[in-house]
């Protein structure tokens, strides 16, 4: 499977806490990008990062790259009860018509 | 400006039933996709639109589901004879871009929640 791969499935921590999570992936890509959803219904794109650039930051959120090791990181920094949601990255392949998912990852930031 | 609408949001049908799920995607939104989201699972790809035409159908998973385009806007997801293993969250997104750029992210609806009974 192409799919990428999020760690850990939950986690769980506290306001104020930061919250890392990685995504793997199997075959070399375009671009990769980040997802949030809340309450199992429609996904917000977060961050979009190419496969020439290593981190990316916006507000709280910082994404690094490694191509080398086929894996990403999103990093919420200071959360909040707020970011309580899913987080899905979501990769695509030069030459596919698909972006594809992973299962996510459910985080949990109790106030 | 509206984002990505789906309607119905909630749809309960009996078993062997025919549904229609709609999709209004972003206005100049070239780009359009469908996907199925199963209970605490990622998404799963159904099909791509570009414009009117559908390169890529490979994720329908039976004859049972079809899916068209028309004026470059509006999709319907239809599927036949429902299935309980139809039921899941069908998400609709659509994109300014296509794949075969370097960006291109996804705005999404906020779904349809099928359940089959």
């Known amino acids: 499977s192409q799919q990428g791969e999020e760690d850990p499935q939950a986690l769980s921590i506290q306001e104020g806490e930061n919250a890392t999570m990685n995504c793997s992936y199997k075959?070399?890509?375009?671009?990769l990008q980040w997802y949030r959803q809340n309450s199992g219904r429609g996904l917000v794109h977060l961050i979009l990062i190419r496969s020439n650039e290593r981190e990316k930051h916006s507000g709280r959120l910082r994404v690094t790259l490694d191509t080398s090791k086929k894996s990403s990181s999103l990093l919420i920094t200071a959360s909040r009860a707020a970011d309580t949601a899913s987080y899905f990255c979501?990769?695509?392949?030069?030459?596919?018509?698909?972006?594809?998912f992973g299962k996510g990852t459910k985080l949990s930031v109790i106030p | 400006g509206a984002g990505v609408s789906q309607s119905p949001s909630n749809k309960v049908t009996e078993k062997g039933k025919d549904v229609e799920l709609r999709c209004d995607p972003i206005?100049?939104?070239?780009?359009l996709y469908w996907y199925r989201q199963s209970l605490g699972q990622g998404l799963e790809f159904l099909i791509y639109?570009?414009?009117?035409?559908?390169?890529?159908k490979s994720g329908l998973p039976s004859d049972r589901f079809s899916a068209e385009r028309t004026g470059g806007s509006v999709s319907t997801l239809t599927i036949q004879r429902t299935q309980q293993e139809d039921s899941a969250v069908y998400l609709c997104?659509?994109?300014?871009?296509?794949?075969?750029?370097?960006?291109?992210?996804?705005?999404f609806g906020p779904g349809t929640r099928l359940t089959v009974l």
């Open positions: 979501a990769c695509w392949w030069a030459g596919s018509y698909q972006l594809t």
């Open positions: 075959t070399s890509i375009n671009n």
């Open positions: 639109f570009q414009g009117n035409s559908a390169p890529d």
């Open positions: 206005s100049g939104h070239t780009a």
């Open positions: 997104a659509s994109s300014l871009a296509w794949l075969g750029e370097t960006y291109n992210e996804q705005f």
